[in-house]
C-alpha cells in the first residue's frame, strides 16, 4: 500500500478515477470533486478537504483519524460504514444532509456553521459533541448519548 505525506491536490477530479489506494497522512485537498467516488480501504490521517464535493462516496473501511471537513459538500454518506479505530474528524461550513453516523463513537466531535438535514446519528456517542450554528431539521438522535453536548 502507497505512504503518501504532506501533498497538497488541488482541483482533482476523482470522480471519474479514484483516489490511489495507501495512507494519506497531513495531505490537504482543495476544490477535489470525489462525486460518487470509492474510497474504501484507504486511510486519512491529518488531513484537511476544503471545499470538496464528497457527496456519495462509498468510504467502507476508510480510515478518518483528525481530519478537518470545511466548506464541503457532503450529501447521503455512510459514516457508519468507516473503519470506526480512532474515528475523529470536525466539520466548518459543510452540508452533511441524509448522512448516517448510526451506531459512531464520536466524542467532542464539533460541528460549526453546518446543515445536517435528515443526518442519523441513532445509537451514537456523541458525548461532548459541539453543534454551533448548525441546521438540524428531522435529524435522528434515538438513544443517542450526548451528555456534555452542547
Known sequence: MKYIEDKLFEKEDFSTVNLELGDYELCTFLNCNFLNSDL????????????????????????FQEVKFKACKMLGLRFDSCNQIGLSFSFVECVLDHSSF???KIR???FTDSQ???????????????????????????????????
Open 40 to 63: 474504501s480501504g484507504i486511510s486519512f490521517i491529518d488531513c484537511e478537504f476544503v471545499d470538496c464535493n464528497l457527496s456519495n462516496v462509498d468510504m467502507h473501511n476508510t480510515l
Open 108 to 110: 467532542a466531535t464539533s
Open 102 to 104: 448510526y451506531k459512531n
Open 116 to 150: 445536517l438535514q435528515e443526518v442519523d446519528f441513532t445509537q451514537s456517542d456523541l458525548s461532548q459533541a459541539v453543534f454551533e450554528n448548525c441546521e438540524l431539521t428531522r435529524t435522528e438522535f434515538d438513544e443517542t448519548n450526548l451528555e456534555g453536548a452542547d
